[in-house]
């Protein structure tokens, strides 16, 4: 096969998938106006991922366009979101991760904003990610500092996991939440686990006060 | 009749109110990912529960399988929730227990990790309960530490009841509530119910701080 | 005409907005399990009602009956609400009430429990009761003792209005809001607008204690 | 072409990308009974704007109706929403505006009861603004005092815009957030930005209380 070979094309279930996705993240709230964009792997070299400015609540088919690893684009015509580095860092840091989900939600801007780390234990929702299997654990979300140099900040993401730590997810300051899995499906109850712990986070700080 | 009749086929009255039921609980947030578990009685011997690791808000019929009530598969080929002896141990223990819906919110949860039991006192909707005529009274709903030896966790469970006390609900620590009633509509208003009596609860205890 | 006419039907209209409010009033919170009950005044004798033990969130046009403003049945084999006598001090008392929500939410439950009555003050929304023309105005909604011996209920919000105070609604201690229009429609607005002023007013309140 | 040419007729597809954005925002909370109006500009004489008094999550084609920059009627037989005049200064003040939104949340009426300006920073979701390209930035929403006196009021808030500053939104005390855009789909996510920015400025005043 040449070097040259064309992508694959987008498989319209994946597409079908995070359509679906982008619907119940904005009734929950989470991708408010353009906010949020979202991938899904197509191969070793490519991926599909939303186009800018798009609204994530009322994605439609022609919503997406593929971009090699390196986020370069392989549709013409087509600007495809700005943050598509970071995606492509997760890919190509991690062979088995086939879905990225990025959104806002008011409960994980408002923690990333005070906090450098989100640290959640004993909860048993954190068997949803990859080699849990008890509640009594404990799964640190890191926060990046967020930077509009979008090659810079996939940079210091790259650097952060090459360290050795893997973090199942992670957050940018005042931005949002970057969640991934092998499928659509499973970055989307990643996702879905993530927004309920923040929110219990959020509650369980604002319950200190009380001394309750 | 013979030992080894066939448990009865799983009504598709049951499995729709089932499928309901997840996806108005999955609208509110309190099934995320694929958390929680429904069952219904089919007899004295057998009940239909949901098969392992589906998402509650997208339940179809194919997502439930029979099982014994000591929880043991009566459909090959299929795995049952891996909370399945807890929902056993209600049906062995409570002869008018017809269906029994396990939740995660948000409010549970944090509520159970905080506290060794709920008190609920002096709400109209406390009459959702068997043999409760009046808001003028209190209903404690116990708290248990969370296990992954399901097996543990439910004789735990059944050793609470067989004391004498018995729960109308219980939650089980960092991990949600399990509720039940004579039909599944029963046991869906008994959750709705108690998770509104949660949420009240969280906003008491966070005005607490005020002095209001 | 005799006074034993026949009470007037139901108008499908009439059934079908309260049935639409029940659904609206359900994906907000506000009718868990088969709390809250509906009517609207059928002429100057009669009303109808949601039967008793419905949720308000799936009523059909048969879970309503016809009582007269005396809270007795005019269908036969049918109960009507537990709380009809409520309705009927409302009809009775205010000849240009034309529909009444009861509805049970957090926020009213909570506040409910903490406060007499609630002191509303400068909200724009206050504009949406009979004769407020401006947000410099203060509603007090009274709070009465949750009773549940109804006749008795009745008789003392009935007390408290002959004394010349007209209150634009009222809660009953942890339990939930009266609210009532000339018309099914005007009804609905009021309860989403103080739905939302008790939402605001418990914000305040929390956040009293931040000293911001 | 005369002084007297007639104005343009509204475009369906404008009418109803603002009965789309009602019914989100109705879902959301930010529009309750009749509270809320919308409009989108025809030309640079005429707008179409709701009618008074209608219910902003249930808007139908009929609830439209055209004014002049000056808020005269152009359409007989309707009447305009009584804030009509805020959306006239927004179009004659702004030559971009095309549309205007103006909504009711639970979060801005507690903010804008609560401060006379709210100051936004540090947020990725800033860059939804004109001329905003990083989230290094500060954004005011200045919140005016609420005066029955719609006239009066449009005044203060074209001397406020006149004096250089120019808002990308504003709030008015008790009583909600006005914001706009070049069409009605700009208008909308930038409420949406704005509400989930508030919603979080809520949280981290309640969050102050605990030290955390």
Request: glycine share 8%.
């Amino acid at each position: 096969m040449s070097k040259k070979a064309a992508p694959p094309k987008i498989p319209p279930a994946a597409t079908a998938a995070l359509i679906a996705a982008g619907r119940l993240f904005h009734q929950r709230g989470w991708v408010p106006a353009t906010a949020g964009n979202f991938s899904v792997r197509l191969d070793g070299k490519s991926l599909a991922v939303t186009t800018s400015g798009r609204h994530k609540g009322e994605l439609t088919e022609t919503d997406f366009m593929r971009v090699d690893l390196q986020g370069r684009a392989l549709d013409a015509g087509k600007r495809s979101s700005a943050e598509t580095l970071l995606h492509c860092q997760l890919y190509r840091h991690s062979p088995q991760a086939g879905a990225v989900l990025h959104t806002h939600s008011p409960a994980s801007t408002v923690l990333s904003r005070k906090h450098d780390s989100i640290r959640l234990a004993g909860y048993e929702l954190l068997k949803i990610f990859e080699g849990i299997q008890t509640h009594d654990t404990v799964v640190e979300v890191p926060v990046f500092e967020n930077d509009q140099d979008i090659a810079r900040l996939a940079r210091g993401v790259d650097a952060h996991m090459r360290t050795g730590r893997a973090p199942h997810a992670y957050l940018i300051r005042g931005h949002g939440l970057y969640a991934w899995g092998r499928t659509v499906e499973e970055a989307r109850h990643r996702v879905e686990a993530l927004e309920f712990l923040f929110e219990c986070e959020l509650h369980e700080r604002l319950l200190k006060a009380t001394g309750d």
